[in-house]
């Protein structure tokens, strides 16, 4: 097939334009008002500037079509380096926010690195911009993958799941946000309680970067310990319309882009996923499906004020294909639930523009619909035979004021939250622990909760000092203990300084709080009462220090070592083990009986390189060496965590070539992960195996052993053909050309010949046997898209 698309694209490629006007204006950002006589260019090419006029427009001549930052420079203000914008058919105006500076100038100078730098966070955060998104290998533009390659993030081996694990943090202790919207879970089929999914529900055609923060994250944002997310979405064209449609690795899309009047701009998108169609055509046991849609709405109602307003749902069914034969089936299906589910987020965010101010407030509503469906050897015949049924739904209104004061060199924001939390919960469930049970309970449970935050960032006139401090209180009304505000602070401080030209230290410390789980908090006894009344909210105290090296403008390279402590971390009662160390599988995590006594710490050291030359090659280069422990209380002995892989190692390459082809290559090592032994005298007693379908672990050698390590090499090739006013790509990815195996245990699975048909039930046992567990077959993607 890729030999045909080869054919068809040499035989249109002579058809196609190679050049594009490029038109924008450029504001002031405190007064919104136009700036004349501002430089702005094409950042690393010669001879692509420009000068506004008058009215702050300007327009860029005849641009090779690509993906492009701009560089704006205008006397009295500070120099300006954009995200990055795709030159192509139908590209929307740029608008260039300047901000004034302190220096007294007397020149301009044009000079910047091609790494954008957030004011807010000097250390520990990276930005991914439209050319990693666009064409890193093996990450089919789902944006948990691709910051897969950036320092101190791990990976599920196998690549069928998105958990995200930063720095030795479990999956649920990562936040997202979407243009300033909180989205409790970025993936289709998501593990309630965690973060982890099969696959990103975002749609990569709409989002403009991504700033994506592993420690002193911004005291505007809750709940963090691990991660923050913070996606921001393209603006939609003023003067045109737009669509884009694409066939990626398992969906089909639709995005677009309209107006209303001259003030108001829409943004959406659609997706069809055709898993199901592949899956069964593969012999998968499982078959998902997905659905999903995202819309931005962005109003200018005056030069001064504007409204923002974002949506993101989804809908996902995952159906078992009972017909599929052979062990491996056999066993995925003796396991997992028909699950079904339904995600929707939505906001609105208002800005008014009042000089040095800028205030906003933000209003969002977060849903999550989950519900898990199981019969023991999948017959429905009897309810008897029922082992799970599970309906549950998450609510979250929240509300939020904030004012951000701009000055010369200072930057000071102050806010306030507040939110109520809905949790539904009815469960009815057959457990085993000495003996078969039921638990059957139903929850309705309701949150309050409220923050307050405040954070101010002072750079020096000559931008060698950065120094951001900041707070922030939470409380909810859960328990008197979760009320007390006062003992929730999360105080932060981060300092760089640019000791060199080329060289620059960063340090930073800082203290961050997150609310246990919905599923944890309103777990209940048959009686009706809830169990985890003494859960805390969880602490981490982090701190980090690295130095950074900026060379010609073109390379940076940085190496940070970092220091993370957690206590009040809930313990499962029944596994005795930490609950952060679950989490890595489809259903719910945390509906059970938990403890605030474990405690945690994770450590290590970070090396990266990132090397471009604008419009032509682009190397990300990365490496962690870590460690991730949990103990049951202070008085335990630290124990290796599920997610110590001990080191990480990623290499991604992208080169431009001529013609519009482009070709990039990842190759990524990680050490292997911690594993608990199977419990085969529990695992094998009919009882137990029949309300699991799956076995049990031995969790008294909890991560005894661990397996090997694993490395995966991926392959992309890309080919754009840009005509005077539209746009036709296609691509190959291959992931895991080398077909590398990641081995782990041999799983004990029933034969269904019960051994001991002579004795009692509660003692009668399978006769067991063992299914070889190996994944990472190589996994070709050819994916199109047109753009008009």
């Avoid at 799941?161 to 993936?187: K, T």
């Amino acid at each position: 097939m890729f030999i045909v698309m080869l054919g068809m694209i040499s035989g249109i490629t002579m058809l196609a334009d190679d050049i594009y006007n490029l038109s924008g204006h450029v504001i002031d950002k405190t007064t919104r008002k136009p700036v004349a006589n501002a430089y702005v260019g094409v950042y690393g090419m010669q001879g692509f500037y420009t000068s506004t006029d008058s009215s702050g427009n300007f327009e860029i001549k005849a641009v090779p079509p690509g993906i492009y930052k701009l560089q704006a420079t205008c006397m009295g203000f500070k120099s300006l380096l954009s995200a990055e914008y795709i030159i192509a058919p139908q590209m929307p105006l740029i608008e260039l926010e300047l901000d004034e500076t302190a220096m007294q100038l007397n020149e301009i100078t044009v000079s910047s690195t091609s790494f954008r730098k957030i004011k807010e966070s000097p250390v520990s955060m990276q930005i991914i911009g439209l050319h990693e998104i666009e064409k890193s290998p093996g990450g089919n533009r789902d944006i948990s993958r691709i910051i897969r390659s950036y320092p101190g993030v791990s990976f599920s081996v196998g690549g069928y799941r998105n958990d995200l694990i930063v720095r030795g943090g479990a999956p649920s202790e990562n936040r997202f946000y979407l243009d300033g919207v909180e989205i409790p879970n970025i993936n289709h089929f998501a593990t309630q309680g965690a973060s982890g999914g099969a696959v990103s529900i975002l749609n990569a055609d709409l989002i403009r970067e991504v700033q994506f923060y592993t420690g002193m994250f911004p005291a505007d944002k809750e709940g963090a310990m691990s991660s923050v997310m913070d996606i921001r979405l393209r603006d939609g064209n003023i003067d045109k319309h737009s669509y884009k449609a694409t066939i990626g690795a398992s969906e089909f899309s639709l995005s677009g882009t309209e107006h209303y009047k001259e003030n108001t701009t829409f943004l959406f998108s659609v997706r069809q996923s055709y898993l199901q169609m592949l899956f069964k055509l593969f012999g998968l046991p499982f078959l998902p499906n997905f659905i999903d849609c995202q819309l931005k709405v962005k109003s200018r109602i005056t030069p001064h004020d504007e409204i923002t307003v974002v949506g993101l749902a989804g809908i996902d069914d995952m159906k078992l294909n009972k017909d599929e034969k052979g062990e491996d089936a056999e066993y995925i299906l003796s396991y997992l639930p028909r699950i079904k589910q339904r995600t929707m987020t939505g906001g609105a965010v208002y800005k008014h523009y009042a000089g040095e101010n800028i205030q906003s407030v933000t209003l969002s509503y977060n849903y999550l619909r989950n519900e898990n469906l199981k019969y023991t050897n999948n017959d429905e015949s009897s309810e008897d035979n029922k082992t799970l049924d599970l309906k549950s739904t998450e609510q979250k209104v929240t509300l939020k004021a904030e004012n951000r004061r701009n000055g010369k060199n200072w930057t000071i924001a102050t806010g306030m939250d507040g939110y109520y939390s809905s949790y539904y919960n009815k469960t009815f469930q057959r457990l085993f622990v000495d003996t078969t049970y039921i638990s059957q309970y139903m929850t309705k449970l309701g949150i309050f909760g409220w923050g307050l935050y405040a954070s101010a960032r002072y750079r020096s006139s000559d931008e060698k000092v950065t120094i951001t401090v900041g707070a922030r209180f939470d409380g909810s009304d859960y328990s008197a203990e979760m009320s007390r505000f006062w003992k929730h602070i999360s105080p932060r401080i981060s300092f760089s300084y640019r000791f060199k030209p080329s060289w620059s230290i960063n340090l930073g410390a800082g203290m961050f709080n997150q609310l246990p789980a919905y599923t944890s908090l309103g777990y209940k006894d048959s009686d009706g009462l809830l169990l985890n009344k003494d859960l805390k909210y969880m602490i981490v105290r982090s701190g980090s220090a690295g130095i950074e090296y900026n060379n010609n403008e073109m390379m940076v390279i940085t190496a940070e070592g970092f220091y993370k402590r957690y206590v009040n971390a809930p313990l499962s009662i029944n596994d005795q083990i930490p609950l952060a160390c679950k989490g890595n599988d489809y259903g719910i995590v945390g509906n059970e009986l938990l403890a605030p006594t474990a405690e945690g710490r994770a450590y290590g050291v970070e090396a990266s390189i990132r090397w471009q030359i604008p419009s032509k090659f682009y190397l990300v280069s990365s490496v962690t060496l870590y460690k991730s422990e949990y103990r049951n209380d202070k008085n335990s002995k630290y124990i290796a965590s599920a997610w110590d892989n001990k080191f990480i190692i990623n290499l991604l390459g992208t080169y431009n070539m001529n013609k519009g082809w482009s070709c990039g290559m990842k190759f990524s090592a990680i050490g292997g992960a911690p594993d608990t032994p199977y419990d085969l005298e529990k695992s094998s007693l009919v009882e137990a195996w029949n309300v699991r379908g799956r076995p049990y672990f031995d969790y008294s050698k909890y991560n005894q052993f661990r397996n090997k390590t694993y490395a995966q090499l991926d392959l992309r090739v890309d080919k754009m053909l840009y005509f005077h006013k539209w746009m036709l790509g296609f691509y190959l990815d291959i992931q895991n050309v080398t077909k590398s195996t990641y081995r782990e245990q041999d799983i004990p699975m029933s034969t269904g010949v019960i051994e001991n048909p002579q004795d009692s039930p509660a003692q009668q046992r399978y006769k067991m046997k063992y299914i070889k567990q190996e994944s990472g077959s190589m996994l070709p993607t050819i994916g199109a898209t047109v753009q008009f």
